[in-house]
């Protein structure tokens, strides 16, 4: 019997911390769309409270470096809707 694992969440009800979790935990898995889910929610939090795609990009390196930088700036930069680029330049990433 091979049954596929299902996992939803609801991240508009997550707290900021739950949020960070969830992607720590979700980064490799093959749950790629909640993961984006759960970044897309992250980034849309702080655009609301007036963040900047640079204090965003910075929150994200603190936060979120873990491992291939290569694969947080191709990540990430989608998430934000910002070129590869444009994210190298605002984490001062040469």
Do not use: Y
């Not at 790629?32 to 980034?43: D, N, P, Q, S």
Request: with cysteine; charged share 30%.
């Amino acid at each position: 019997m091979d049954q596929k694992l299902s996992v939803t969440v609801d991240v508009k009800t997550c707290s900021p911390q739950q949020l960070v979790e969830l992607s720590r935990q979700l980064k490799g898995s093959r749950h790629t769309a909640l993961l984006l889910e759960v970044r897309k929610e992250m980034v849309e939090r702080l655009r609301k409270a007036g963040a900047s795609n640079q204090k965003i990009v910075d929150t994200i390196i603190v936060n979120m470096w873990k491992g291939d930088r290569a694969n947080l700036i191709t990540e990430w930069s989608e998430v934000l809707g910002i070129s590869e680029q444009e994210f190298k330049r605002l984490a001062n990433i040469r």
